[in-house]
């Protein structure tokens, strides 16, 4: 799959004014907040019982950890520790509570999440709510899931793709089946443990350890999924919903890998479109023949991989993630792209590799800066049931090329771990269709690429009590972009409602 991951939040923006904010709020650090009683009944009690010890971390916010059974049909058995970090609301007059956050993924930090709010949150939301956000069961600092070491990332990230032989195709079923095998032998038991239902009730504990009778939440990309999950499981709690980038949890594996894979397609056609007005454009104007240059390329390095690093060469699955990349989002990516497939073009890829190490928090000494590929699969092939095999998979590349030439092939063969995943899967995929007290805001963007508009425009009609926002803009998501966007959400989060006066949709 591909990591859906809200574009990285804008680091720059959480400046010294942001953090001053925050800055004399900490006085409860180093302290315990009990959690309510009376506990929640059934075995559970002790996870809803404890307490989270909140420490001063990171120069101006506090962090804690809580337990919680590793299988919840078993409370009793092995516990893993989820990491929380919580940004105090900045102005406690107009406090309102807490807002947990999720920033997608599956594998995505929402402890860094947190951290950096002040570059997607807005001011005001920033005011009102103490910003939460975890790292999910299995992912960076909580209780990590452990697969691959550096070496085996780059060989996995470099092989994982359409293969163009029958040694290539012998080599994405050997990386393919290794994954999940280096799984199971080095996280035996979180391997059949971290999907997202479980990560959803995880959610609960920590709401309740917070001392909130009802859930807010702000999930963006794959945390839409979570939140829709927790919406099933614990209606009665949820509060102030907004979900940005919205996945369906009714499609399989394989529906997810085709949408995002027409998704990328689609922005692609918009970068191409776009690519001709500006000097450095390395594109043909005509549509056709743009894909076909990109096509006929990527056909190229796919049998003969070009240079970018010593013992580095960019291949197609690298070459496909580095396009894929940069289409997060318009205003930086769509002029990196240009200039990387222009590099590309001319036989050098180390600009498409670098797009690709930063994409997958690949560090200068081969390490990575944490467990998000890992995780991404890990997660991904536990929440949905389908597991189609090397057969089939090539059936779906060829079938997915007729509508995304350039994705089709690439993400079909990118979902072949799932085939070969050594843990049954924890939810089946099927429509969302509780009726909350409050209204979900759905926001949906037009020519998103990692979740298709059409994602939202189901989940809308799933869902009885929604607001449906339409964003007409390219990249992925559009809370923090859009002051139109902002308007709509910022109303449902800090007056439990969707302004009369917001709009349906936003340009």
Sequence with gaps: ???????????????????????????????TASAPTPAEPGDLSRFYNQSITWTACKSEFQCGTFDVPL?????????ITIEVLKAPATDQAKRLGSLVINPGGPGASGVEFAQYAGGTISPSVLAAYDVVGFDPRGVVASTPIVCMDGEQTDQFLASLGAPADAAQREQVERVAR??????????????????????????????????????????????????????????????????????????????????QAEGFQLALSRFIADCPNHADCPLPADQGAAVEKINSWMAQIAVAPIKAEPDRPLTRPLATNGIVGSLYNEGDGWPQLRSALSAGFKGNGTPLLEIVDSFTGRQADGTYRNNAIDALYAVSCLDRPDRADADTTAQYAQEWARTAPTFGPELAWGN??????????????HPITVTTETPVLLVGTRYDPATPYIWAEQVSKQLPNNHFLSYEDDGHTGYGDSPCVNK????LLLTGAVSSSATSSCS
Aim: aromatic fraction near 8%.
């Design 1 to 31: 799959p591909i990591r859906i991951v809200r574009r990285p939040w804008r680091r720059s923006a959480f400046g010294a004014a942001a953090a001053a904010a925050v800055v004399g709020l900490m006085t409860a650090c180093g302290s």
């Design 488 to 491: 709509a959400v910022d109303s």
């Design 178 to 259: 290794g994954l999940g095998e280096s799984c199971d032998t080095n996280s035996p038991s979180l391997t059949p443990a971290i999907g997202t239902i479980a990560a959803a009730r995880d959610m609960d504990v920590l709401r309740h350890l917070l001392g909130e009778s009802k859930l807010n939440f702000l999930g963006l990309s794959y945390g839409t999924l979570l939140g829709l999950m927790y919406l099933e499981e614990f209606n009665a709690h949820a509060g102030r919903f907004v979900l940005d980038g919205v996945i369906n949890p009714a499609l399989s594996n394989a529906d997810v890998a085709r949408g």
């Design 416 to 429: 072949l771990p799932c085939g070969t995943w050594p843990a049954a899967a924890t939810f089946e995929p």
């Design 71 to 79: 299988d919840y049909s078993n409370p009793s058995g092995e516990t």
